[in-house]
């Protein structure tokens, strides 16, 4: 889409809805020397991209700004300096703001590879049905890639309304609240607006991604929370529950109260990345625990005076929980592990092509000369 140069006015309140501030201005003052455009991606496709800019949503090609490094591909939520306006259909993003917080996951145990779910996030929903049975470890383990993204984590426990005895549904409240220490967790429902006020009041400020499998209930929940149909919705498969990953795209919309809200499409798996700090701080009341330890390198297998297996044994602490922290921890090493020999194999390769480039040049100066 292109903008005819007669329409553009520009409004620098649309880039403040948006979340633009002086820290903002003040990382963009080289490229406004340049004479680009400040703008916020609101939506990656294959190759471009939409930025809302103080003229409106402006579609802008991403060639400049693809690096190797999948974290360090443009992404939803991250600030763009674009071309101005009447340089030409499409107009480029020339580079991207570094980021404050950026949500990464490792997209499958084979390859090694992270990618970026959403950028300069401050708050990540962590959207949970109630149609299907609660599996705590997978809460776990998008808690731990919420609180490493730097974003403060809230579980929204969706369709609520599916759960109509109040006892029940408390219990559930509670079951989720043990796994999640320092994070609130909001029963709600799209349907009745259960729950709805006191999501609306965490999100009104600042950048929120929702997060959840496929058919947890977060376009719908963005449709609330925007206050009109933008996103669509699709009914979950009958026989299992499970959804039909009807989005497909991150995409990043102004909130009536204020905030912006990024809806992401459902994810089939949430391998950690680079993640030990989350994952410290999902299990926060494990590692107080161990700081009492007699030894402070304590395994909490057999050893004496651990603090960790007296809560075990008392009761306090659940063997599932100490399991599930184990297990991740693990998994966090193996990852970091990978990477790095990734790396250094990336390295060797690169290191090898330009030998084999120099060669080849060599040879063909020699051709030359013959
Ligand atoms: N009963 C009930 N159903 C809901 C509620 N919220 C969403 N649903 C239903 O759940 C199904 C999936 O909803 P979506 O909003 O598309 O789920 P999603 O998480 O965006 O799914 P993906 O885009 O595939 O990741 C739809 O049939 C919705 O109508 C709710 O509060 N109560
Ligand atoms: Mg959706
Ligand atoms: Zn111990």
Partial sequence: MSFPLSSVTSDSSLLDAHGWDSGWASLFAPYAAQGLVPGRVVRVDRGQCDVATAEGI???????VTPHDPLRVVCTGDWAAVDPAGVGDPRYVR?????????????????SEGQILAANVDHAVITVSLAVE??????ERFLALAWESGAQPTVVLSKADLVPDPVGLSYLVEDVETVAPGVQVVP????????????SAVVAGGTTVLLGVSG???STLANALVGEDVMTVQAARDIDGKGRHTTTTRNLFVLPG???????????????????TGVGQVFSEIEELAANCRFHDCAHEAEP??????????GSLPVRRLESYRKLLRENQRIVAKTDARLRTEILKDWKRRGAEGRRAMELKRGHAR
């Fill in 58 to 64: 402006v579609r802008a090609d991403t060639a400049f």
């Fill in 95 to 111: 580079a991207c703001l570094p980021r404050r917080t950026a949500f990464a996951r490792s997209t499958s145990s084979k390859r």
């Fill in 134 to 139: 609660l599996d705590l470890g997978r809460i």
């Fill in 188 to 199: 709600l429902s799209s349907t009745t607006g259960e729950g709805l006020d006191v999501l």
């Fill in 216 to 218: 947890a209930g977060k």
């Fill in 258 to 276: 204020g905030g912006v809200l990024i809806d992401t499409p459902g994810l089939r798996g949430v391998g950690l990345w680079d993640a030990e």
């Fill in 305 to 314: 005076g651990c603090a960790v297996a007296a809560a075990i044994e008392d």
